[in-house]
């Protein structure tokens, strides 16, 4: 803050009576300053309060999306295993449907 702000840019001691005005006017001038520290330190508790629910959200927010990729890995580690358990029954039929043609041919031959 300034002086000016404060009023008392323009003190004048040179006597008794300027000097307890300045006095009265530096009195003032530290009511002012007290006034604008305790706004101050309110809007910085106020911030710091903030500032710990962004992070405590934060914190949830990639808990949360941890726990959601985990669920999908899981999902598709049991559809990969599925695909495979399939794919496995489709080769093992593709192999009997040929040797059942190999065992007719023989048969004919």
Do not use: P, W
């Not at 003032?28 to 710091?48: D, H, P, T």
């Not at 990639?62 to 899981?74: F, G, L, N, Y």
């Not at 695909?83 to 593709?94: E, F, G, K, P, R």
């Amino acid at each position: 803050m300034r002086s000016s702000a404060l009023g008392i840019s323009s003190i004048n001691v040179s006597d008794s009576n300027k000097a307890s005005e300045a006095i009265k006017l530096c009195d003032n001038g530290i009511e002012k300053v007290s006034s604008f520290r305790s706004v101050l330190g309110a809007y910085q508790n106020r911030l710091e309060h903030t500032i710990a629910n962004l992070n405590n959200t934060s914190e949830n927010l990639t808990a949360a999306e941890s726990r959601i990729k985990d669920v999908d890995m899981a999902k598709e580690m049991m559809n990969f295993s599925k695909q495979n358990i399939l794919s496995q029954a489709a080769q093992a039929m593709l192999t009997q449907a040929n040797q059942q043609h190999q065992g007719v041919l023989q048969l004919l031959r």
